[in-house]
């Protein structure tokens, strides 16, 4: 039988968090079966052109790339410094 649905633990930070249900970092976050990155980060209304670095499990990854269940997923904007 398919699963319809997975859990990946996700960290936002700094005005990221906004974007996390009761502003929670991190969350534990319900998504299909499938899901990619940008699909989580648009279920989170995170919009795409919001500058971010991305991390599943430590690993910088792509908008596309296929979450699997317990994933974690880190969200934070590009640091600058100097």
Known sequence: MERSGMRIRVELFLHLKKHAPSQDSPLDLEVPAGSTVGSALSRLGIPENTEKVV???????????ALDEGETLTVFPPLEGG
């Open 55 to 65: 991390l599943v499990d430590g690993r910088v990854r792509d908008f596309s790339y």
